[in-house]
């Protein structure tokens, strides 16, 4: 038993070893996903896809019960019209596929294939609203989107990835507003709620936001390796894109006005997210909300009298009350299965086994600490939801001490290149609002300003890199 489970282990690289490494055999040997001769599309083999399932299960359920309604729009964006999203917004760029050939013929309009959908939705809003009586409009989409990138890695960056993207549009900048900060909240909750990962919120600088938005609002995750992860923005745009694309309405008062508007988008990257914050030298490590298999059981020597009947009968009353189990009665020896499911994070493992069974007891043992403890069976499911609260708070909790032992404060700009280059996290420094400061931050260390938190700290009167006076807190990281 135990040689086949060092094997299996020994096949990933140790965590703190190479972590580049470490998680990209996570991602093979979990069987999230696999790559295809297309470099940069990935196959969302069936346990990663479940997770992103489970993750867009808790969002849709959030935005739909916020008022929002999805639709689907095409994969291709004529060129003409996205080129009008270019004039608009200076830097605006994606790598973009371009479709030339339609059949065998050579298309008079190239067709770009969506690296978001901006324009689409813009040019359909124009289309459908006149009247303060259309609005709001809040509109929420689930698809792919294609970016060319020249490297790239399994869920954190790809040529396509999944995700979801909102689009709104208000008649009031106050509704926009409240709109932009309620789904940078439903995000928050996402992490807090589902992922156990604690994120730090707050707005994106000049520099950092998306170009052609007013504001953009992000949360900020930290991975195991001290690299910080941009997990979801939120954007208001203010009446630029309506004035540009004609998105008006005659307002109560008769006066034709344009809206205001909204994006915000999160994607596949969570899954990045969630296996660089939790997982250790076994492998994943799966919060229990949005582990697709959230109890295993294991029978020990199946083939003795009771075992299956007893392990069948349990993943039943599990699934009574809406767990998601499996029973693993495969001819694998249960040493191989041990270490499989370490390695695809299971939250809990069951071992039913003829010892336990003469006092009618099984073995639980928990992911996330291998804390093993022997319970009735009869008891179990009564027990199981209380467990998986608890082992969400152990893993929340500890991800939130990751992120409070590894946030440091620069008062200098030597402190900050010291603390930036030498330890892992975020450094909080003041700021003096000027581009210059953040450009020099990043030449000189690659680090980038993640966001400026919504609380607010006086860490000090000037800006450490140009002694002008400061504005604000920032959070600066090396980023993913
Ligand atoms: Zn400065």
Redesign the pocket.
């Known amino acids: 038993m135990t040689n086949t489970k060092d094997k299996l282990v020994k096949s990933i690289t140790g965590r703190d070893e190479d972590f580049a490494q470490w998680y990209t055999d996570v991602c093979r040997k979990a069987e999230l996903m696999d790559y295809t001769d297309a470099k940069g599309f990935i196959i969302y083999r069936p346990y990663g896809y479940a997770i992103w399932e489970n993750i867009q299960h808790y969002l849709d359920n959030r935005f739909k019960k916020t008022g929002h309604e999805n639709v689907y729009m095409p994969l291709v964006i004529p060129e003409s019209l996205f080129n009008k999203e270019g004039e608009h917004v200076k830097g605006f760029a994606p790598e973009t596929a371009i479709i030339t050939i339609g059949g065998k013929e050579v298309l008079q309009e190239r067709l770009i294939v969506r690296p978001t959908s901006e324009v689409l939705f813009c040019d359909h809003y124009s289309k459908i609203v006149s009247s303060y009586r259309d609005l709001p409009k809040k509109y929420n989409q689930w698809c792919s989107v294609v970016r060319w990138e020249k490297t790239t890695r399994p869920f954190l960056r790809g040529s396509e990835f999944l995700w979801q993207e909102g689009h709104t549009i208000h008649a009031t900048e106050q509704e926009a507003r409240a709109e932009v900060r309620g789904m940078l909240d439903i995000y928050n909750e996402l992490g807090r709620d589902l992922l156990a990962i604690p994120f730090v919120m707050g707005q994106k600088t000049d520099k950092e936001k998306f170009a052609g938005a007013v504001e953009t609002y992000s949360i900020e995750a930290l991975m195991h390796d001290g690299k910080a992860l941009q997990s979801g923005t939120t954007h208001y745009f203010g009446t630029g894109f309506a004035s540009h694309f004609n998105i008006n309405f005659q307002d109560k008062d008769g006066v034709v006005k344009p809206v205001h508007q909204t994006s915000w988008g999160a994607s596949t990257r969570l899954i990045g997210a969630i296996i660089m914050v939790h997982g250790d030298d076994s492998g994943l490590v799966l919060p229990p909300f949005v582990a697709p298999i959230q109890v295993v059981i294991i029978p020990i020597q199946s083939a003795k009298p009771g075992v299956l009947e007893n392990a069948t009968l349990l993943k039943d009353n599990l699934e009574k009350i809406d767990l998601r189990v499996k029973l693993d009665d495969s001819d694998k020896t249960p040493g191989w299965k041990f270490s499989e499911y370490e390695m695809k994070g299971v939250p809990l493992r069951v071992e039913i086994g003829p010892r336990d069974l003469e006092t009618g007891e099984c073995v639980v043992a928990r992911r996330v600490d291998g804390l093993k403890t022997k319970v009735k069976i009869v008891d179990l499911p009564a027990m199981i939801p209380a467990m998986m609260a608890d082992i969400h708070k152990i893993m929340y909790d500890k991800a939130l001490e990751n992120v409070q032992n590894n946030t440091r404060i620069a008062t200098t700009y030597d402190e900050f290149k010291d603390l930036i280059n030498n330890k892992p996290g975020y450094v909080k420094m003041m700021?003096?609002g000027?581009v210059?400061?953040e450009n020099k931050i990043k030449e000189d260390t690659t680090a980038t300003s993640r966001c400026m938190p919504f609380i607010q700290e006086h860490l000090g009167d000037v800006?450490p890199?140009?002694?002008?006076k400061a504005e604000k807190e920032v959070f600066f990281a090396k980023a993913y």
């Open positions: 700021w003096c000027h210059e400061c800006c890199v140009c002694g002008r």
